[in-house]
């Protein structure tokens, strides 16, 4: 007898129909604009003529949100609901919904339809053309110029030198990908951001299209200044990992040899003014010699701890697997099964609660 399919197995297995698109779009709070977002994806990815589901994340909705979704999960066939069990952060989310999506293309976008659902047409058409991720460009942005344009003009230029790949807006959600470019990567922290410089580590074909940017028609944002912090440390620990993962002995041989030729000098001074000047270090250079030492050991110690927690982060979420989310439920319903009977092989089982939109 076949053992029962696991959460992730079942929701993988049994689908006969080949998907070539997966729109993830990660929401919280945003239940006055579940229904608008549902009718513009609807009506733009029906155009294109392609099998394709939506897939939509509550992560950690307080408001009426989830129930907006079970009621498109309802009505239409092609919406998947996934609830995360609390607010995980908008990388989680995403995260949640790459790894659900069955599409051989991917394309993520943000649920508060500040970016328009008809420029996906633009970005499908780029990313055809042979490139393996193509990013939405908010060339014509209406923010405020001193907390977000300007920040954010900042971090792109940051990360474009540091990754090396030519965008002019890395905090674009607004994405297309090929299933196989994001596969190869995994996501923690807040670094969906820097989805194009993980995945420059093994491919390099990106473009990037202008997308219109529209007013939020409901709710607030969720982003502000607290983030530039959070998103610069994870710039540098992008920037790390591109550069010394695979060989940390550059980065710390060479803080090893500027603190030994540092020392060695300090040293010959002091000898040389013991011998030829006469005079007592301690009491001449003691305090001045005591700070100094202190400011480079310690200095050196922390940044060097910073950055082999970063690579023992790094290995524990890739060689243990452990995802960086947790599932509460997940509600679909089959259109080639009345609701109710999943399709399953001989001999596998599923929990009951699974089999439809309805608890």
């Known amino acids: 007898m076949k053992r029962p399919l696991s959460d992730t197995e079942w929701e993988r297995s049994s689908e006969p129909t080949a998907i070539r698109y997966s729109l993830v779009v990660p929401l919280r709070d945003e239940e006055g604009n579940v229904e608008a977002l549902w ?33 498109l999960c309802e009505r239409d066939a092609r919406v998947r ?63 405020a110029w001193l907390t977000r344009r300007l920040p954010s003009r900042v971090a792109n230029w940051l990360a474009a030198q540091v990754s090396g790949v030519p965008l002019k807006d890395f905090g674009s959600t607004f994405k297309a990908y090929r299933r196989e470019a994001l596969a190869e990567i995994r996501l923690y922290s807040e670094q969906h951001r820097f989805i194009p410089a993980l995945v420059s580590q093994w491919r390099d074909r990106f473009a990037e299209v202008p997308v219109r940017v529209r007013p939020r028609r409901w709710g607030r944002s969720k982003y502000g200044l607290s983030r530039t912090l959070r998103v610069t440390f994870d710039l540098l620990t992008i920037a790390f990992l591109l550069r010394y993962l695979a060989h940390p002995l550059r980065l710390f041989g060479s803080w090893g040899v500027a603190m030994l030729l540092g020392g060695l000098g300090l040293d010959g001074y002091l000898v040389g003014e013991k011998l030829w000047r006469h005079i007592s270090i301690m009491e001449q250079h003691g305090p001045l010699l005591l700070l100094s030492v202190l400011l480079i050991v310690t200095g050196g110690q922390l940044i060097s701890l910073g950055l082999l ?26 259109p080639e099964s009345p609701v109710g009977e999943p399709m399953l092989q001989d001999g596998e089982t599923i929990p009951s609660s699974r089999a439809s939109c309805s608890t």
């Open 39 to 71: 009718e513009e994806v609807t009506a733009v990815m029906e155009g294109l003529g392609e099998p394709y589901e939506l897939i939509l994340v509550d992560d950690g909705s307080t408001d009426g949100t989830y129930e907006r979704l079970v009621s």
């Open 309 to 334: 927690g970063e690579i023992l982060s790094r290995t524990y979420f890739e060689s243990q697997r452990k995802p960086i989310y947790s599932i509460r439920e997940i509600r679909t319903r089959r």
């Open 81 to 143: 609901v996934l609830r995360l069990s609390r607010n995980f952060g908008q990388t989680a989310a995403l995260a949640a919904g790459f790894d659900f999506a069955r599409g051989e293309i991917i394309i993520a976008m943000d649920g508060d339809l500040q970016y328009d659902p008809r420029d996906i047409p633009r970005l499908l058409h780029k990313l055809n053309e042979g490139y393996d991720l193509v990013s939405g460009w908010r060339e014509k942005r209406s923010d």
